[in-house]
């Protein structure tokens, strides 16, 4: 399975874990940071995960002068 | 997961609710949301113009979005801050989110308007680039708000914005920015009001609001806010939010409620000690705005020779 992960952008190959939540879990990435988009649709921690899959993880936090 | 409202299948799940919504529901949560942060703090007033100060990322072009959705007379306004092509690509969001809405978005270019970019005035004034960016921000939003008669100046600073700050505050018992610390900083001489509807909306709500409503935003992160304090305070309270989820928001509104008032003796003091810079006419404790101060040194002018773009 593929991962996108950004900040910078970068692939990832990865053996295809059960669900979304495991997948952070294994890459040690809190849930509240990020956003996972799979195929291009937002995705909950529970939804199963397939090989063919392209999943994004994208950050959400953002700490500049606001 | 199915949504908690129309069961239909969940696309994000938002555990300090314990809930999942679908697209539909998820939009309309986020709306209800800012409309309630508004009224509970009386943050805009029917027929008021609000500016809306927008850096091409996912919290200022969603605050701008819902703004409109609720009805308001909203406009927006970026700062190019010089930082390479970090603003660039910021700018191009910005002016893409205006255009598509045929919305006004006024723009304020650092360097060619006033001679200096944020790297530039952090050294000079020995600040650290957010430093100088946000008083960069502070004073620009505030100029422009003021000279084009708009009634308030709404900024994107979400749930966790505000839980980082403050922590930062509490830590370091920082009593005049507790004071100041609030939805609304209310509008005095100088000074328009300033307000953060989005301040019951997590920073991952936020992201997630934007890709269900179609709204392209900057995904990057500014290159000189790798590292700093700030972002430390965000990834201690998200550890802290996993394990117990519901505690920024607790820590923020119970602060709200509870804490904030005892700490605003300090700000009216300080704001009853202000008068027009000698500059550009902002109010300041001194003689010149510390904006002013940091552009005459970065430009290598003395002071008081410039009356403002």
């Keep these: 399975m593929k991962v996108v992960l950004r900040n910078p952008k970068r692939e990832l190959d990865v053996p295809t874990p059960p669900n979304v939540g495991r997948l952070l879990r294994d890459l040690e990435i809190v849930p509240e940071t990020v956003l996972v988009i799979r195929n291009d649709t937002l995705a909950t921690h529970d939804e199963r995960l397939s090989d063919g899959d392209i999943v994004e993880i994208r950050p959400v936090m953002s700490g500049g002068a606001r | ?309």
């Design chain 2, 1 to 309: 997961m199915k949504c908690g409202r129309c069961r239909a299948p969940a696309v994000i799940d938002v555990r300090r609710h314990n809930a999942g919504y679908c697209r539909d529901c998820f939009v309309r949560h986020c709306g209800e949301q800012v409309r309630r942060a508004v009224e509970q703090f009386d943050m805009i007033r029917p027929g008021e113009r609000v500016l809306v100060a927008v850096s091409g990322g996912k919290d200022s072009l969603g605050l701008w979005q819902l703004l409109r959705d609720l009805g308001y007379d909203a406009e927006g306004l970026y700062l190019g801050l010089g930082i390479g092509a970090y603003s660039e690509e910021s700018a191009a969001f910005a002016r893409a989110f205006a255009s598509e809405r045929a919305l006004k978005l006024h723009e304020v270019d650092l360097a060619s308007e006033y001679g200096f970019d944020v790297e530039n005035g952090a050294r000079v004034a020995r600040r650290a680039p957010c430093s100088a960016c946000g008083l960069s921000k502070r004073h620009l939003f505030n100029d422009v708000a003021i000279r084009n008669g708009y009634d308030v100046l709404a900024t994107g600073h979400n749930l966790d914005d505000e839980a980082a700050v403050l922590f930062g505050n509490v830590l370091r018992w920082e009593t005049e920015f507790l004071g100041r610390q609030h939805p609304v900083l209310p509008a005095a001489p100088g000074f328009v009001r300033k307000v953060k509807p989005l301040i019951r909306l997590s920073e991952r709500e936020m992201a997630a609001y934007c890709v269900l409503s179609g709204i392209d935003y900057i995904v990057e992160e500014c290159p000189m806010a790798a590292g700093n304090r700030h972002l430390g305070y965000k990834t201690a309270l998200n550890e802290i939010e996993e394990r117990s989820p519901g505690s920024k928001a607790a820590f923020v509104f119970g602060f709200l409620e509870r804490a904030h008032d005892r700490f605003m003796d300090e700000v009216d003091d300080a704001r009853a000690d202000l008068h027009p810079c000698s500059v550009c006419g902002a109010p300041t404790p001194g003689d010149t705005c510390a904006f002013c101060r940091m552009r005459a040194r970065a430009v290598g002018e003395p002071l008081a020779l410039r009356t403002g773009p």
